[in-house]
């Protein structure tokens, strides 16, 4: 909402800034209601993605669930045309997860999300006139970059957290930007966070590295794997064909 061009500019002139993410949720309707945001801050965050893919690589996050699915596939048609197709705007979806004991059923399971994120990937490239490709999935050498030692998240007074989802709980606050970051008891359980024998011996394991250290430390029982072998075996059905 604050990114204006004048701070676009700034960025990328002294900062070096190359890319951005912005996240959505939904249209306008939507949108408010989620983020508890006014009109008029849609209407800007809206002015300000158009603005910005003039400067710099922008990525929109969808974050995706049950109940907005078909709703974000509005989004990225009306983002697409707002910004003439630019190459530097890209779009996906993002898998909503329930951070509460409570299992809502608008939450998608990890074959269910995967299985919508091949349909809007295809729904994508008929907005975007390019033919559907899917791309490879490649090993990584860490599952998040905040898993890396030296990478935080800064909140609003400075305070340190290990993941963006921390922001705000004392118990999760490992330093402080004047200070810097110090080897608290959370933060030596955040980094030592192993995955389990299943993990390992799965096949898979290269290219999801047991998912996400955080969720598994917040989440009581939570589905961990975020690379399913649907979404595998849908990526090398489809290469292997062609």
């Known amino acids: 909402i604050l990114l204006d061009e004048e701070k676009v500019k700034f960025m990328v002139e002294k900062c070096n800034l190359k890319n951005i993410q912005i996240t959505i949720d939904g249209t306008q309707e939507v949108y408010c209601k989620r983020k508890q945001a006014t009109i008029k801050q849609y209407t800007q965050l809206l002015s300000n993605i158009k603005c910005a893919v003039n400067y710099l690589k922008v990525s929109i996050r969808l974050n995706c669930d049950g ?52 349909e809007f990937n295809k729904y994508l490239s008929n907005l975007l006139d390019r033919p559907y490709r899917k791309r490879v999935v490649k090993y990584r050498p860490t599952f998040c970059g905040l898993y890396k030692l030296k990478n935080f998240v800064v909140g609003p ?37 192993f995955p389990d024998e299943s993990c390992i011996k799965c096949k898979l394991y290269p290219l999801c590295l047991g ?32």
């Open 157 to 193: 007074t400075g305070e340190l957290y290990k993941c963006e989802h921390h922001v705000g709980q004392k118990s999760r606050e490992i330093g402080h930007i004047k200070y810097g970051y110090n080897y608290s008891n959370f933060m030596m359980e955040f980094l030592n966070n």
């Open 67 to 118: 109940e907005n699915y078909e709703n974000l596939k509005e989004v990225a048609k009306y983002l697409i045309n707002m910004c003439s197709k630019s190459n530097n705007l890209s779009i996906y979806l993002a898998k909503l997860v329930d951070y509460t004991t409570c299992q809502g059923t608008q939450f998608f399971n990890q074959l269910e999300f995967d299985k919508k994120k091949i």
């Open 211 to 242: 998912g996400c250290p955080a969720q598994k430390l917040d989440i009581p029982n939570n589905e961990n794997c975020y690379i399913s072998e649907y979404y595998i075996k849908s990526i090398l059905n489809y290469y292997l064909i062609s």
